[in-house]
C-alpha cells in the first residue's frame, strides 16, 4: 500500500535510488528461492544475482521492475535479520564498485612492483 501512495504523490526520489540493489552480509548458503521469497514481497523481480566466488560470498544484486518497489525493499530490508545475519541492502552505484576496483588493482600493481625491485612495505 505505501507504494501506491508513494506513486500517486509527485514524489522526487533521490539521485541514488535506482532498481538494482547490492544486498551484503548474506548468509554463504542461501538459495535464490529464499531470495525471491524475501525480496519478492515488494514488488516484481526482474533478476536475482547471487555471488558464489571467494570474493563475492555473501553478496547479492537485486534488480526489480520499478524503481518504487526497490525503494520500498531498501526501506524494509535493511537491517532484516536473515539466519542470525541482518542484511545491508543498499542502492547499486557503478561509480563506487569501479573505484573499488581500481583501489584493488592499483594495490596489486604495488605489490608487484615492490617485488620487482625487492622491497617490502615493511623497510619503510
Known amino acids: 500500500m ?23 552480509n548474506l548468509p554463504f548458503n542461501i538459495s535464490s528461492e529464499e531470495m525471491y521469497d524475501i525480496f519478492g514481497k ?35 530490508l535493511s537491517g532484516f535479520n536473515v539466519a542470525n545475519r541482518y542484511l545491508i541492502v543498499l542502492y547499486y552505484q557503478q561509480a563506487k564498485m569501479s573505484k573499488k576496483v581500481d583501489q584493488k588493482k592499483k594495490e596489486d600493481d604495488l605489490a608487484k612492483m615492490q617485488e620487482k625491485y625487492g622491497v617490502s612495505a615493511k623497510d619503510k
Open 42 to 76: 515488494y514488488g516484481a523481480i526482474r533478476q536475482i544475482r547471487i555471488g558464489t566466488s571467494k570474493d563475492t560470498r555473501g553478496t547479492a544484486f537485486v534488480v526489480y521492475e520499478d524503481i518504487y518497489d526497490a525503494k520500498t525493499a531498501v526501506d524494509h
Open 2 to 24: 505505501a507504494t501506491i501512495s508513494l506513486r500517486k504523490g509527485n514524489t522526487r526520489l533521490p539521485p541514488e535510488v535506482n532498481r538494482v540493489l547490492y544486498v551484503r
